[in-house]
């Protein structure tokens, strides 16, 4: 079997089957792309930011005990990073002082202002009729459901 080998339709369906097969035997089919064969690694992939591990093993690898010329300590998690010469001159032509956050932690902290991915049940603000919407009941919001939304607007 080779890869981006062009197969007809009835070999395609045909190995097609045993694949999943041997998957479906190796408790693989149905889960998520191995990590381990993934090019990218886990700090800089989505998953990350929705499942955080604590002690990142990746962590200990690239940052504790590492030496980086120029750079400056994160006063959030304590970790080295640099402020790269564009970053510099954007800070510089808006007037604004140089971060004291990592890059990291400063996309932490943008994740943070957007609202959870999840669905919550409110009350219209005008007809007090029930939705689902991603805004929770403890933020003081006014929430329209669609049909009083539109009336707002149009």
């Known amino acids: 079997m080779?890869?981006?080998?062009?197969?007809?339709?009835?070999?395609?369906?045909?190995?097609?089957?045993?694949?999943?097969?041997?998957?479906?035997?190796?408790?693989?089919?149905?889960?998520?792309?191995?990590?381990?064969?993934?090019?990218?690694?886990?700090?800089?992939?989505?998953?990350?930011?929705?499942?955080?591990?604590?002690?990142?093993?990746?962590?200990?690898?690239k940052w504790e005990n590492s030496e980086i010329s120029g750079a400056k300590i994160c006063i959030t998690c304590q970790k080295p990073y640099k402020i790269i010469p564009q970053e510099k001159r954007f800070y510089d032509s808006l007037e604004l002082p140089n971060t004291k956050e990592c890059q990291n932690c400063r996309h932490l902290k943008r994740l943070n202002l957007r609202n959870p991915r999840q669905l919550f049940d409110r009350n219209c603000s005008k007809c007090k009729i029930s939705f689902k919407t991603s805004y929770p009941q403890d933020l003081p919001y006014k929430v329209y459901?669609?049909?009083r939304s539109l009336e707002e607007v149009y």
């Not at 890869?3 to 408790?27: C, F, G, P, R, W």
């Not at 690694?41 to 929705?50: G, K, L, P, S």
């Open 2 to 61: 080779y890869i981006n080998k062009e197969y007809s339709e009835a070999d395609y369906e045909k190995l097609s089957k045993q694949i999943i097969q041997h998957m479906q035997k190796t408790v693989e089919w149905g889960e998520h792309f191995p990590m381990e064969i993934s090019s990218f690694d886990y700090e800089i992939t989505i998953a990350n930011e929705y499942f955080p591990i604590k002690k990142p093993k990746f962590l200990e690898k």
């Open 145 to 147: 459901c669609e049909k």
